[in-house]
């Protein structure tokens, strides 16, 4: 028998080793992951569908077969399983008869889904505490928000229910609850994974479909199975020059690193925020990189009030067609405060609101790339604040503007956005923790297309302090009894 313990101290590289090697049944390992992600909804909610006595199919020689996974109720979608999206709207499901791309791509991988995971509607907040469902739980604090709008997918990986889950990012969705949950979150390159065929893009540009992970091997492995051109995609990435996966051994030469832990917003960086990036910064020292406190200099209040801009016609764009395909409109019934907030805010904007957004988008990622230039990895706090109470992001409160609630929602976490408006890759990996045992996450930004030296200097920090046996209270190793 191939118990809870046993699974969960793999991550999906060595689940699949296991099955390839046969000392394990890939109807055992689903048997336990199955368990698993029941044991850890039961305490987190974190599922939108399932688990799943069957899983879905998948190949049986991909390089993840066998392994347990769980999609997130967005974008990337499997041929007859409802999406809800996070809203009441869709309660009933919207179900393809196809799988889009990138399913299609882990399907081949081997991975084997057995659940969808909750988000916040529309993936509209830095939380996932959806009307519809309820609230994800964090594992290592129950009291608190595991982040979003990937956190359920975060939590089923941060409490050891998958190794490895499907993610989102369109300003911050894969890194911030990576980074509240201690996992490890990348978001790739704009164009290095398809997002369609459904879509050619989200919120103009800045969504990119990939994973958390509890390990940096499991992020290349699986970049290696799910990245290149789909025809028709409006955007593209070059091939990379070798696997990902030979990254891993770490840099070649040191790295030149710039270091800023300073707040980009109107808030306050946290004490131990602060402490974890003074940590980074003497584990790169010693590492032998060359490191240095600068950053570029872009303007925070233009690139907020550009951000607001797109958030609400992206949003508008969405729900607007929605609500009246549905024939309810903008009812309070049917979708949450901010949501509603942002919709009417996006349909009164204009084209040239539209187009002086997308113009002082394009300077900021001009801004970076030339920042970029000078230095190989930029190291800022994926999130100002360590893991915030549930109900600090309460998107049904109808106080808000739509202005306010943007900067509410992005305010912790100034530097995520600024990855999905360039197009270039980032990545959370869990470098710090609070006082009281909280994780905290340090974001690793590159130039566009330079998920190598991402991930091979993630490898690198993961060696020197490593992470993947850290455990939280809500494991599934201990959650058959109360904890």
Known sequence: MFTIEEYASYDATGLAELV????????????AGVNAVQLADERLHACAEGPWETPL????????????????????????????????????????????????????????AVASTKIPEFALT?????????????????????????????????SGAVPIAHANDGAGSIRIPAAHTGTVGLK?????????????????????????TRTVRDAAGLLDAVHGNLSGEKYSAPTPARPYRDELSGPSAPLRIAVCADSWSDRVVHPEVVRTMASTLQLLSDLGHHVEV????????????????????????????????LGVGLSPDYFEAT?????????????????????????????????????????????????????????NDPSFTAEDWVRHVIAPHPTCALYNVSGAPAISLPLGATDDGLPVGVQFGADIYREDLLLGLAAQL??????????????????????
């Open 126 to 158: 830095a939380t996932t505490e959806p009307l519809l469902g309820g609230a994800v739980h964090n594992p290592w604090d129950p009291t608190k928000s595991p982040g979003g709008s990937s956190g359920g997918s975060a939590a089923m990986v941060a």
């Open 188 to 212: 790739p390159s704009r164009g290095r994974v398809p997002i369609g065929p459904e879509v050619q893009e989200a919120f103009y540009g800045n969504v990119i479909d990939f994973a958390i």
């Open 57 to 112: 199919d998948a190949a049986t020689d991909g390089f993840f077969t066998g392994v347990p996974f769980v999609l997130k109720d967005l974008l990337c979608h499997a041929a007859g399983v409802p999406l809800h999206l996070g809203s009441r709207a869709l309660a009933r499901g919207i179900v393809f008869d196809q799988d889009s791309e990138l399913m299609a791509r882990f399907r081949r991988a081997g991975l084997a």
């Open 339 to 395: 949501t509603i907030a942002a919709a009417e805010a996006g349909r009164a904007m204009t084209p040239m609101d539209l187009a002086r957004a997308f113009a002082t988008n394009n300077k900021v990622s001009r801004q970076l790339a030339t920042f970029m230039g000078e230095w190989d990895i930029f190291v800022t706090p994926t999130s100002i604040t360590p893991p915030l109470d549930l109900g600090t992001f309460d998107a």
């Open 20 to 31: 390839r090697s046969r000392e394990v049944k890939p109807s055992e390992v689903h048997e």
């Open 294 to 325: 600068v950053a570029p200099q872009i303007d925070w209040e233009d690139f907020l009030s550009a951000l607001t801009i797109t958030y609400c016609a992206g949003t508008a764009a969405d729900v607007v067609p929605l609500g009246e395909a």
């Open 462 to 483: 993961e060696q020197a302090q490593p992470w993947a046996d850290r455990r939280p209270a809500l494991h599934v190793t201990n959650l058959k009894e109360p904890v």
